[in-house]
């Protein structure tokens, strides 16, 4: 009986099926035993494949190249796992980046009965400035009224006393900055009749006010100023009534105290 060695041709002779056979599964055997286990060790784990039993005649099947049917492969060798994956598996969530803690911001505790009174206060304290404000523009309302109905009768001439001076200038237009029998200001018209009398008294209203001496019961020919500091001032001739020199488009003459006077002045 000839043998079939890898890579010749059979020997002639006479062919038994039976021998043929075994001397077939004989060569076969021998890469199989050399790749019967292949160890695959990778953080411990282990995988465990077996050959095939066959292989073709005359060629020898590396155990590298041959893909197990039905073994159980475990560990890195299948499947690399990340870590991240694998507590998210079982719960655990991913660890993430922090950012700085933020100050957490006061708590304001506000006291409702506190902040009712308060605003309570407020509204009482405005309304009652608006109804003072409210009379002082009633009384000034009436007060006006009362002047231009009841009429006053005006001083007699007295050359030699401030009425009379200021009297004799009866027509003189206004004019801002004059201090002449051409065109007077309310301060410069009564500096003029006080040096006309031989007194001499500060140019400007705020002036005259400053340095005259303050009287609470006018009599005629003293100040009567407005405002502080005082912003205008006239010749004081009976209640209710001047002569001044107004604003511009007037003339010197009677007038009438249109308002509450910040107050009288005497030299």
Same mark, same amino acid.
């Given at each position: 009986?000839?043998?079939?060695?890898?890579?010749? &041709?059979?020997?002639?002779?006479?062919?038994?099926? !039976?021998?043929? !056979?075994?001397?077939?599964?004989?060569?076969? /055997?021998?890469? +199989?035993?050399?790749? /019967? #286990?292949?160890?695959?060790?990778?953080?411990? !784990?282990?995988?465990?494949?077996?050959?095939?039993?066959? +292989?073709?005649?005359?060629? #020898?099947?590396? /155990?590298?190249?041959?893909?197990?049917?039905? @073994?159980?492969?475990?560990? *890195?060798?299948?499947?690399?796992?990340?870590?991240?994956?694998? !507590?998210?598996?079982?719960?655990? #969530?991913?660890?993430?980046?922090?950012?700085?803690?933020?100050? *957490?911001?006061?708590?304001?505790?506000?006291?409702?009965?506190?902040?009712?009174?308060?605003?309570? +206060?407020? +509204?009482? /304290?405005?309304? #009652?400035?608006?109804?003072?404000?409210?009379?002082?523009?009633?009384?000034?309302? @009436?007060?006006?009224?009362?002047?231009?109905?009841?009429?006053?009768?005006?001083?007699?001439?007295?050359?030699?006393?401030?009425?009379?001076?200021?009297?004799?200038?009866?027509?003189? $237009?206004? =004019?801002?900055?004059?201090? %002449?029998?051409?065109?007077?200001?309310?301060?410069?018209?009564?500096?003029? =009749?006080?040096?006309?009398?031989?007194?001499?008294? $500060?140019?400007?209203?705020?002036?005259?006010? @400053?340095?005259?001496?303050?009287? %609470? %019961?006018?009599?005629?020919?003293?100040?009567?100023?407005?405002?502080?500091?005082?912003? &205008?001032?006239?010749?004081?001739?009976?209640?209710?009534?001047?002569?001044?020199?107004?604003? $511009?488009?007037?003339?010197?003459?009677? &007038?009438?105290?249109?308002?509450?006077?910040?107050?009288?002045?005497?030299?």
């Amino acid at each position: 009986m000839a043998q079939n060695v890898a890579g010749r &041709h059979r020997a002639p002779g006479r062919y038994n099926p !039976l021998s043929e !056979l075994k001397v077939i599964a004989k060569e076969s /055997a021998q890469p +199989a035993v050399k790749g /019967a #286990a292949v160890v695959a060790a990778s953080g411990g !784990l282990v995988a465990t494949f077996a050959q095939p039993s066959f +292989a073709a005649d005359g060629q #020898a099947v590396a /155990a590298a190249n041959v893909t197990p049917s039905s @073994a159980a492969v475990v560990g *890195p060798a299948s499947a690399t796992v990340k870590a991240a994956s694998a !507590l998210n598996a079982i719960g655990f #969530a991913e660890q993430a980046t922090t950012k700085k803690a933020k100050a *957490p911001k006061p708590i304001v505790i506000k006291d409702v009965v506190v902040e009712k009174e308060r605003a309570e +206060a407020a +509204a009482r /304290a405005e309304a #009652a400035e608006r109804a003072a404000e409210e009379r002082r523009q009633a009384a000034e309302r @009436a007060s006006r009224t009362t002047t231009e109905r009841t009429p006053i009768a005006d001083p007699a001439p007295s050359a030699s006393g401030i009425v009379g001076i200021a009297q004799s200038m009866f027509g003189v $237009p206004y =004019v801002y900055g004059g201090n %002449s029998p051409s065109g007077f200001d309310c301060s410069g018209f009564t500096s003029w =009749v006080y040096r006309q009398a031989g007194i001499s008294i $500060p140019r400007t209203a705020s002036q005259q006010q @400053a340095s005259a001496t303050r009287v %609470s %019961s006018p009599q005629p020919g003293d100040l009567v100023f407005f405002g502080y500091p005082a912003y &205008h001032v006239g010749i004081y001739v009976s209640p209710g009534r001047m002569i001044d020199a107004q604003r $511009p488009g007037t003339v010197i003459g009677y &007038h009438s105290i249109w308002t509450t006077p910040s107050g009288y002045g005497r030299y």
